[in-house]
């Protein structure tokens, strides 16, 4: 039963923000009941059994995402009657509050919400009619509580009510949806100390029902895990980025909206949302981006808004490419930045189409907490951070790789070419690929391309534009840069970039991040090392 303290402390909000949860929910559900329908229209010219079958199994499935909608859609409802019924009864009891306040020798007890009227003592004056009527008011005001109680505790029963005609039993969907055996627990998944082939042998051993269940209780977690196949990741990090992506833009708005009445706190708050908002709207622009023959579907591999964000997007999907390539950027790349990161990447695979027929894919890794500026940059303990991170990661593209192994790449840019000599170091600490490449390097952390770990056969490649500021860079910082001879890398061919002044040596930060320049020659090498070939 709700008591006084219950109505008081109650956030009608609260139920608001539920309300607007179930509704996004029962419009993705409706959204992918008519993908389905799509997608069934597409099969028209199959024949036979196993056609008849799959359709009508996929015709249940469609059905059964309605139903569920249907019933999800009277869920909002019944919370938002409930959360006006809450702050109704509660501007009934703060105008009874401010009565007793301004009226003498009244109280209100905090657990029970009934009004009193104080006895007086020695020394007042009032008559006994006068105390009768403070005794009249108390009751008055202690019944205008106790109605604005009633009010509530109806409204809490109805909205009970229809909450149970919700149920998926009442939708005739319970044993559909936690069928015995098929719900993972979180003792069920593997842990941190699992490898990225231990994952993909669980998850292939778990019934379709049970991955079911992983992706929609556990997403956050599974959408993480290096050794998911690709298309689980992506669809397991969706719902969760969805939901947050809505969060965070109707806080801004509500932000937004106070104009010059936001705190300092708050004003922070809304340029940090910002920020964040930039970069989630980046990676749902890809995600939202209809495939075309010459453009294909987006993957989220993994997402984060703590700290500076993160962000790892496929564009292609690397189980099924014959190239894949894993760009990663370097100091001050973060979630607010990725859309540049993704566009370099979209440059990068555009130059493998070019020279390949095959199938290619390009992820761009913002996988790190990178360093905010230059200052940071000469500390390697952000590249030892990320080391075990970008190897777990390079391991997951090879255990989930479908038929012959693809052509893997990584292409380190400034810091990321630290990041990625880290991953390279270290004792059982091989990185798994096929083609290294450092470009704008200020070192990587060895004295020598033979010292990283990596298969024997890989390639190693460097290239700094004759006028890159990171030329600049001392060997006691990150040691000598991998374009030097006495390195061990193989050097291809950059454009000089723009030049900077006198001053700086004509060095510049312009010919540093112009590599993906179109029709540049650095750009036209990093293509064709993705898809196999030597560069010139």
């Known amino acids: 039963m709700v008591t006084f303290r219950n109505l008081r402390d109650a956030d009608p909000g609260a139920y608001d923000d539920i309300a607007d949860r179930w509704s996004r929910l029962a419009g993705e559900l409706t959204a992918t009941a008519s ?9 028209d010219g199959w024949r036979g059994d196993a056609a008849e ?5 996929f015709e249940d499935v469609r059905s059964e995402y309605n139903t569920a909608a249907e019933y999800i859609e009277k869920i909002p409802p019944a919370l938002r009657d409930l959360s006006d019924a809450i702050t109704e009864a509660q501007t009934t009891v703060s105008g009874v509050l401010e009565t007793v306040d301004s009226t003498y020798l009244l109280s209100v007890d905090p657990d029970t919400g009934q009004v009193r009227a104080g006895a007086g003592g020695p020394g007042d ?6 105390k009768e009527a403070n005794r009249q008011t108390a009751r008055d005001l202690t019944e205008t509580i106790q109605g604005a109680l009633e009010d509530v505790r109806e409204a809490d029963q109805a909205a009970s009510s229809a909450l149970g005609e919700t149920l998926p039993s009442a939708a005739g969907l319970e044993l559909e949806a936690v069928g015995e055996g098929n719900i993972i627990t979180p003792s069920d998944i593997p842990g941190d100390g699992a490898s990225a082939q231990d994952v993909k042998q669980w998850w292939d051993s778990l019934t379709p029902m049970q991955q079911e269940s992983a992706i929609y ?3 956050d977690v599974i959408g993480g895990m290096d050794g998911i196949p690709v298309e689980d990741r992506d669809r397991a990090n969706r719902i969760g ?9 109707s806080r801004h708005a509500e932000l937004e909206e106070l104009g010059d009445a936001r705190t300092s706190d708050q004003n922070r708050e809304y340029e940090r949302l910002g920020e964040t908002l ?16 010459t453009v294909p579907q987006s993957y989220l591999l993994d997402y984060s808004t703590e700290g500076n964000g993160r962000g790892i997007v496929a564009t292609g999907n690397p189980d099924t490419a014959d190239n894949v390539v894993t760009s990663v950027p370097g100091t001050g790349s973060d979630l607010a930045k990725i859309g540049g990161e993704l566009d370099r990447g ?30 940071q940059a000469t500390n390697a303990h952000y590249a030892e951070d990320a080391a075990a991170d970008l190897r777990g990661f390079q391991d997951g593209l090879r255990a989930t790789h479908e038929g012959e192994a693809s052509n893997n790449t990584v292409i380190g840019h400034s810091y990321g070419s630290t990041v990625i000599g880290h991953s390279a170091q270290g004792e059982n600490a091989q990185l798994d690929v096929d083609n290294v490449v450092f470009i704008g390097s200020p070192g990587v952390g060895v004295d020598h391309a033979s010292e990283l770990q990596v298969p024997e056969d890989t390639n190693i490649y460097a290239s700094t534009a004759e006028n890159d500021i990171i030329r600049g860079t001392p060997t006691f910082i990150h040691g000598p840069q991998p374009i030097g001879e006495d390195f061990g ?15 700086t040596g004509g060095y510049s930060t312009d010919a540093h991040s112009e590599y993906w320049n179109k029709d540049s020659s650095s750009l036209r090498n990093m293509g064709r090392i993705v898809v196999g070939n030597e560069p010139s």
Do not use: C
Not at 53 to 57: E, G, I, L, S, V
Not at 125 to 130: C, L, P, Q, V
Not at 241 to 249: R, S, V, Y
Not at 349 to 362: K, P, Y
């Open 35 to 43: 993908d389905i329908k799509t997608t069934l229209g597409k099969l």
């Open 53 to 57: 079958a799959a359709r009508t199994h």
């Open 125 to 130: 004056m009032r008559t006994e009619e006068e």
């Open 217 to 219: 209780t556990h997403g």
């Open 241 to 249: 980025f969805a939901e947050e992506h809505a969060e965070l833009n």
């Open 278 to 293: 930039r970069g989630m709207n980046a990676i749902d622009e890809r995600l939202e981006r209809e495939p075309t023959d």
């Open 346 to 375: 979209d440059l990068i695979l555009s130059q493998a189409d070019r020279l390949s027929r095959g199938d290619n894919a390009a992820i761009t890794w913002v996988g790190y907490d990178a360093p905010g500026d230059v200052g």
């Open 489 to 503: 890398a193989t050097p291809f061919t950059s454009d000089a970039g723009t030049e900077g002044d006198w001053y």
